[in-house]
């Protein structure tokens, strides 16, 4: 007869346990990272002209802007007039 009662009372406590325990784990706001685009193709390129209504020329691709700039400046020096195009 004691085991019968000390039995139900272990199963009592038992199913009441979780309503007694908080949990362990709580929702957290899912954090999401992402990489910073790089684009490996993108290309500079330096468009000039001598004069006003010449046509534009194309003076090469560049994958660095700041050798495009140099350049640019460089016709610039020249007397062209310049423009650094991205694509």
């Given amino acids: 007869m004691f085991s019968k009662i000390t039995s139900r009372v272990v199963m009592g406590l038992a199913t009441l346990t979780p309503l007694a325990v908080p949990a362990a784990l709580q929702a957290q ?3 999401i990272v992402t990489a910073p ?3 490996h ?3 500079y390129f330096v468009e000039f ?9 194309i ?7 700041s050798h495009a700039h140099d350049v640019a400046r460089d016709l610039s020096f020249r007397g062209f007039q310049v423009v650094v ?3």
Avoid at 49 to 54: C, E, G, I, L, N
Avoid at 59 to 65: A, I, K, L, N, T
């Fill in 29 to 31: 706001p899912q954090v």
């Fill in 59 to 65: 003076s090469g691709p560049y994958r660095s802007r």
């Fill in 37 to 39: 685009v790089v684009h």
């Fill in 41 to 43: 193709h993108a290309r």
């Fill in 85 to 87: 195009v991205r694509r």
């Fill in 49 to 57: 002209r001598p004069s006003p209504f010449a046509l534009w020329q």
